[in-house]
């Protein structure tokens, strides 16, 4: 596009003749862009009829004299020219000098892709006219960020431009708000990708949820949160953990290339490190029963975690079960008995809490030991021997007569050496017997079923009727 800017008197033009008569030889220099010389402006006029001298096709030079519009189309400019301008010599090559520098100027600024600052002139057809150092630049309306009455009242403010095209021989320039203001934010997105550091703790606003993750705008960046770094444990629907629009505090933990890894979990520590700041192997506490499973009891630890007291745990004694004692609400007395880092479990017991007495006792089928006769029962008696309660049988009482009652050969209170017939501590199980004491049994150790098992020598008899096995077992 050509304007009458690109024009200045003085400037020498040259065109091709479109036209002749007798006072005036007309031109056109460019598209848009038309001349006329008349005769009376002609320096050596021909002593003949112009049309004679000049003719169609034919190139002229001149200089400009003046500067116009044409009558028919305004949309055209109009250049009168003249070869006998009074204007020096010297004076004509300075401006064309000088206009070359300024176009070479320009060029150096478009090579550049340099964004300047440049001043609303005026708003013309088409867009607007700018100036920069005495150059004027031609602005149109599709490359400015602002519309046509806008950039009217924005006379003489200042403008961020960027040279898009330059015809150096028309003198025209053109530019461009819009590629100016996307250089500008791809420089500072630019900036601030690489102020992004590892480590860096920001303050973002979720934009976008994905199936995988959400994108997080850090301001003029973006960056991934990806689902396995909001939070320690699971999450398997983003919807349910981040909302469109909210605002988030996360942690730079990856940048490479153009991609931004962020984390919010990396800002708090694991609960199971919190877990085990809080609880530590041998720790007693009186712990909440969550639920009973087959397997033990669920006790509260944390609101992320829980420990289990297997059923072994809670008694020494297999007999002793916590069915009907124990329901889901209750409180019972732990002890951590083990802490697994891989697995992320707690262990806990609570029968190493209280006193295991049978499983004090250093004692085997055969000894030789005294006990202390406790309480009769109908076929014998209760013994004590070290805090527990064993049983002698009735037939174990004496070796020659029989008697009706323990107490008519040892009275409560009494202690009797006796021999240990039975001993199962893991069901609080003693059997002993004061006549085997007296008359001792000679036993061997015979494989039975593939069981080693003390059995009586040949030509001897189990000392235990069947009914007092029987009892034992109540």
């Known amino acids: 596009m050509s304007d009458a800017k690109n024009y200045f008197v003085g400037q020498t033009v040259r065109g091709t003749v479109t036209g002749v008569n007798n006072n005036a030889i007309y031109l056109e220099i460019e598209e848009g862009v038309k001349a006329v010389i008349y005769a009376k402006d002609m320096k050596e006029r021909p002593t003949s009829a112009l049309y004679e001298e000049y003719c169609e ?3 002229y030079s001149a200089q400009v004299k003046s500067i116009g519009k044409d009558n028919k189309n ?4 109009l250049l009168t020219l003249s070869t006998r301008l009074d204007l020096d010599e010297e004076e004509r090559i300075a401006r064309e000098k000088a206009l070359e520098d300024k176009m070479v100027a320009m060029q150096e600024l478009k090579d550049a892709d340099e964004v300047f600052t440049a001043k609303i002139v005026k708003v013309v057809k088409g867009g607007a006219e700018l100036s920069y150092k005495q150059t004027r630049l031609f602005l149109p309306f599709s490359q400015s960020l602002l519309s046509e009455d806008e950039l009217k009242k924005s006379k003489g403010k200042d403008c961020e431009v960027l040279i898009t095209y330059i015809n150096a021989e028309n003198h025209f320039i053109s530019v461009s708000a819009l590629a ?5 934010k791809r420089l500072a997105k630019e900036a601030a990708f690489n102020a992004v550091e590892v480590g860096q703790v920001l303050d973002g606003e979720v934009v976008q949820l994905l199936q995988y993750g959400a994108i997080v705008s850090l301001g003029l960046v973006r960056g991934l949160l990806h689902i396995s770094e909001i939070d320690h444990f699971p999450v398997y629907k983003i919807e349910n953990a981040l909302k469109v629009g909210q605002k988030v505090k996360v942690k730079v933990i990856k940048v490479n290339g153009e991609h931004i890894g962020l984390s919010i979990k990396a800002l708090t520590t694991h609960p199971w490190e919190l877990l085990k700041e809080k609880y530590h192997v041998d720790d007693v506490f009186d712990g909440k029963v969550l639920k009973i499973i087959p397997a033990g009891l669920i006790i509260y630890l944390t ?5 289990l007291m297997p059923r072994a745990e809670y008694s020494w004694l297999f007999t002793e079960h916590y069915d009907n004692v124990i329901k889901e609400g209750d409180t019972i007395s732990v002890k951590v008995i083990n802490i697994d880092d891989e697995k992320k479990r707690v262990s806990l017991s609570h029968k190493v809490l209280t006193e295991n007495k049978w499983g004090n006792l250093d004692i085997k089928k055969g000894d030789i030991i005294n006990v202390v006769v406790a309480s009769m029962l109908q076929k014998g008696a ?9 049983f002698l049988p009735l037939s174990e009482v004496a070796a020659k007569k029989r008697v009706s009652m323990v107490g008519e050969a040892h009275p409560i209170g009494k202690e009797v050496k006796v021999r240990v017939q039975d001993f199962d501590p893991r069901r609080a199980r003693l059997v002993v ?9 000679k036993e061997v150790v015979k494989k039975v079923d593939d069981e080693p098992k003390f059995v009586a020598e040949e030509g001897e008899k189990d000392t235990l009727s069947l009914g007092d096995l029987i009892d034992l077992d109540k």
């Not at 305004?74 to 400019?77: F, G, N, W, Y």
């Not at 209760?382 to 064993?390: A, I, K, P, S």
């Open 57 to 59: 096709g034919n190139e």
């Open 74 to 77: 305004t949309d055209v400019v």
């Open 180 to 184: 100016a203001s996307r250089k500008e």
């Open 303 to 307: 609101d992320k975690y829980s420990g």
């Open 382 to 390: 209760n013994v004590t021997y070290n805090g527990v309660v064993g």
């Open 433 to 441: 017997s004061a006549r085997a004491a007296l008359e001792p049994v």
